[in-house]
């Protein structure tokens, strides 16, 4: 987990505070006592205090140092109700709605972010992503300086992968059919989180069944538009496409299909054309080629919001917490 050292060693020079909604389920209470006990974030969890101080020593945990909120009582709750109903109203909040919206532990943990009271928010292992992605967008809304919200998967690979260490892939969560201006936005997005998080210069193949004009179809059109796009906006980054998965990451099958484009290093960002792709693809490269998966992790907020499989363990929950704290805007 060499590359992935470079994510923790940002979360734990820069301790910020991520909540945990989901405090009841035990692979998060593990993760949280973990991620706090590890110095990668200062962890808050929602819920009853006498209930999780009971479900910690039936598990034989210590919440010492992490701090617990519980939303019925906290008393930034009706201050988060009255943000609610000014950030939604043109959408018909109301204060009654929104009494009863706050009730529920992904949108009030989204309020603490949203609100400056936590700086991170990680949900997932018993909510459906759409529920997440839904909060979060409503109540924390995306960065002006992004083109949407999408996702990508940091993708941990075996050590004799010819893709050394990592690779970062996207979109495999959200957008389901993104035209080429999406497309792009996915793609720089994409690229900068491999930048940010694990320090790489992204190398960025624009992935199609075709390379380099091999077929002619609008689903090639969309992505050789793409691909224009992105290099335009970041003309300091390698951007190969539209090319083949194989010639992506082999440097010497795209020094055959497209000669003016090979380089002797495989291509370290993958974007897939559309969600059916990116879903299968990542899992893939998960299930057959041995990789571990980080993520999903959500790109273009105005503050880390990140979701969770509903089969994740543990050590995924620290894992998306590192991710989330080193996130965190200055």
């Not at 988060?80 to 009030?108: C, L, N, Q, W």
Request: with cysteine.
């Amino acid at each position: 987990m060499s590359v992935f050292n470079r994510v923790l060693d940002v979360a734990k020079r820069n301790i910020r505070r991520v909540v945990l909604p989901e405090s009841l389920d035990e692979r998060v209470m593990r993760a949280a006592v973990q991620s706090q006990a590890n110095g990668i974030a200062e962890i808050i969890l929602l819920g009853d205090s006498d209930e999780l101080s009971s479900m910690a020593e039936n598990l034989g945990l210590s919440l010492s140092g992490i701090e617990i909120v519980a939303p019925s009582q906290s008393p930034r709750r009706a201050a988060y109700i009255t943000a609610m109903v000014e950030k939604r109203k043109h959408r018909g909040m109301t204060e009654e709605k929104a009494e009863s919206a706050i009730d529920d532990p992904v949108t009030f943990a989204c309020m603490m972010v949203s609100e400056g009271d936590a700086d991170a928010c990680v949900a997932g292992a018993i909510t459906a992503t759409a529920d997440v992605v839904r909060n979060a967008v409503r109540y924390v809304g995306k960065h002006p300086d992004e083109a949407l919200v999408s996702s990508c998967f940091i993708m941990l690979m075996q050590e004799h992968h010819p893709v050394q260490d990592a690779m970062v892939i996207g979109d495999c969560a959200l957008v389901i059919e993104p035209d080429a201006e999406q497309l792009a936005g996915i793609a720089v997005s994409t690229g900068e989180t491999a930048n940010k998080l694990l320090q790489l210069t992204p190398e960025v193949a624009m992935l199609s069944f075709s390379t380099e004009g091999s077929a002619r179809h609008a689903a090639v059109s969309k992505v050789t538009q793409a691909t224009d796009i992105v290099r335009d906006k970041r003309s300091q980054w390698r951007v190969v496409g539209e090319v083949q998965l194989d010639a992506a990451v082999i440097p010497s099958i795209l020094a055959k299909k497209s000669p003016a484009q090979a380089a002797e290093t495989p291509c370290n960002v993958l974007i897939f054309p559309t969600l059916d792709a990116g879903n299968i693809g990542y899992k893939l490269i998960e299930r057959f080629g041995g990789a571990q998966a980080i993520g999903p992790i959500l790109q273009g907020l105005n503050k880390p919001i990140n979701d969770l499989s509903r089969g994740c363990s543990s050590d995924d929950i620290i894992n998306i917490v590192a991710v989330s704290a080193a996130q965190v805007r200055d």
